[in-house]
């Protein structure tokens, strides 16, 4: 196990270290010139060669064990160390986000990412919205792809979630309006309820209820929820299964996912399986929401955010703080992340002494924050954050336009367009402010004018033109 | 109508557009977003004109179909005016943007020049405008039917094909041509854009002969190349 964990910490370390590939390389070479440069030159022959030899007749004047393995232990030492500054210097990443992961969500906010240089911040501002437009959209097309195809998940089976207990199927207009507002509040209490227990528990560390809860909640979504939805996938394409090929698959499904979220895994995979979650959340509340009901949660929880998050006694922002605090991050499982996360230390067996004994003959080796940047000409990677609630809350959206819409897919793509929107300004106002922000509002808000606005508005309009052949 | 219509029709309306945006927007962010924020304007736009057309049938005598005819085109032309004034709008925006680009790099020169956002910009009008026009006839050729049983044209599908792609095309270099106008102060070349749209959005005879329609959309279209 240990040396297993130590390989795949390696292999993270060695995913960031290559990331930038060519800045490090350079970096390398930056060294090597510093290594020839600040030798004695006493082994005349090896001018030429490159610099492991060198600084492996370094070496040699000191410890015997270290030639054999020169070039080698040189390599990962540069590597490493470029690592291990790269490891520090994210430390100063501000981290710090909640999101409640497979029960009703409660709100989500955006990570700032420290940054003193804000030229380079705003610079690579449009970098981090793409970083976020791919996978938002992603999620959107998968449930978009879900409720055209698969009709189990618009179909009314007369069952609701039991947070929403008021039917919708009632006489009188009044009726209905009345009894889905009640729903609403029913579920935006429970969220606001669960919020503060989570804060509660973040503040009294009581880290294991915390795990435990997430861990049973996602394994929930990745065995239960996709169990349910390939059945309905199969179903819909009339693909005949036995249970025995099922259960290999979901099992497999479930148990890769549960270690990528939880533990440790490619960026890539983990990322996917976040987007994968994600959607299947987004699909149980288009199913199990009567309409409504989902349109005023959707509207009360994006004023749940702004609140929760910016005012001073918001949990949400009293969550951040107090992560920001105790300078930890808050349940990676709960939040996408554009870039890796920063490794745990691992020294990879070169010893505090040993490390210190080199740095006294040869100077200071490892790259700073400046150097690299010179060298590189570019900062080192840093990425954004968006909780797993708004990759719920945006697909929701989308996917109740697609459902809900009269078979229209204007209104859908005005719903996407819109999001994307909200999601940039958003992202634009975390570049300017530079703390965490709730991403829920402007997008949800630009999201349901324009779905209600299209419905009602554009789509005759739409339709006439296309009757007539106008094209505008 | 079978797949190979679906496949047919979204190629034809969107093949130039998405190899367009593939090949010279996809790589880079801030195209990227140059792009959706075009397409949220034109949506803008379009939200407004129907609001206007909406209020205009409610407040209208519903049973004559001349008069309903005839505000069709007048929201149509609405519509026109109204794009280009959002157009004009994120002219603005864009330069604004620009300025702002321009003085928080190294050095003092922006990523992008307003000609590559005038491009960008009148592609994502396009790209929103052929979307709007051609996705629910694109679902429709999915499912089955027969085309033009009722005696209409049996070439619905691929004039609407056609005169996507033309308007998406359209729309791109009505953006160019805008921009750079706008740049010279030559307000007489933003009015020729203007007129055009309106033209070509107008060409609507009464009784409606597709191909002739898409054949002059096609000839303002070559004319428009820069």
Known sequence: MPTQSRHAQS????????????????????????????????????????????????????????????????????????????????????????????????????QAEDDD????????????????????????????????????YTQNDGQQLIYTPFREDTETVGQRALNSILNAAIMISVIVVMTLILVLLYKYRCYKVIHGWL??????????????????????????????????????????????????????????????????????????????????????????????????????????????????????????????????????????????????????????????REIQGMPSARGVKLGLGDFIFYSMLVGKASAAASGDWNTTLACFVAILIGLCLTLLLLAIFKKALPALPISITFGLVFYFATDNLVRPFMDQLAVHQFYI | MTVAVFFGCAFIAFGPALALFIFTIARDPLRVIILIAGAFFWLLSLLLSSLVWFIAVKASRQEEATAQKGLLIFGVMFSV???????????????????????????????????????????????????????????????????????????????????????????????????DSCERNRWWAVAVVLSLHLLVSGLVSPSPSHRSRAVRTHNTCADKRP
């Open chain 1, 11 to 110: 292999g993270n370390r060695l995913r960031t270290a290559n990331h930038g590939h060519g800045g490090r390389q350079r970096d390398q070479r930056s060294h090597r010139a510093a290594l020839h440069s600040g030798t004695r030159r006493t082994h005349g022959q090896l001018c030429g060669l490159k610099a492991p030899r060198v600084t492996a007749a370094n070496f040699h004047n000191e410890n015997t064990n270290f030639r054999r393995r020169s070039e080698e232990i040189n390599n990962k030492r540069l590597r490493g160390s470029v690592t291990q500054n790269i490891s520090l210097s994210d430390h100063r990443h501000v981290q710090g986000d909640t999101e409640l992961n497979g029960q009703p969500p409660s709100t989500r906010v955006i």
């Open chain 1, 215 to 372: 861990f049973i909640s996602s394994l929930l979504l990745l065995f239960f929820f996709s169990f349910i939805y390939l059945g309905e996938v199969f179903k819909t394409y009339n693909v005949a299964m036995d249970y025995l090929t099922l259960a290999v698959i979901i099992w497999n499904f479930g148990v890769v996912g549960m270690i990528c979220i939880h533990w440790k895994g490619p960026l890539r995979l983990q990322q996917a399986y976040l987007i994968m979650i994600s959607a299947l959340m987004a699909l149980v509340f288009i199913k199990y929401l009567p309409e409504w009901t989902a349109w005023l949660i959707l509207a009360v929880i994006s004023v749940y955010d702004l609140l929760a998050v910016l005012c001073p006694k918001g949990p949400l922002r009293i969550l951040v703080e107090t992560a920001q605090e105790r300078d930890e991050p808050i349940f990676p499982a709960l939040i996408y992340s554009s870039v890796p996360d920063q490794q745990a230390e691992d020294d990879g067996g070169f010893t505090t002494s040993w490390v210190g004994q080199q740095q006294h003959q040869l100077g200071n080796l490892q790259s700073t924050e400046d150097t690299r």
């Open chain 2, 81 to 179: 005016v109204l794009q280009e004034v959002f157009r004009f709008a994120y002219y603005r925006l864009l330069r604004k943007a620009n300025e702002g680009l321009a003085a928080i790099s190294e050095e003092n020169l922006s990523p992008i020049s307003i000609r590559q956002m005038a491009y960008v910009a009148g592609l994502g009008f396009g790209i929103m405008s052929g979307a709007f026009s051609m996705i629910n006839i694109l679902s429709d050729s999915l499912g089955p039917g027969t085309v033009g049983i009722f005696g209409d044209s049996q070439y619905y599908f691929i004039t609407s094909a056609f005169m996507t792609l033309a308007m998406t095309l359209l729309h791109t270099f009505w953006g160019v041509v805008f921009f």
């Open chain 1, 117 to 152: 240089d804000e030229e380079l911040t705003l610079k690579y501002g449009a970098k981090h919205v793409i970083m976020l437009f791919v996978p938002v959209t992603l999620c959107m097309v998968v449930v978009v792809a879900t409720i055209k195809s698969v009709s189990f």
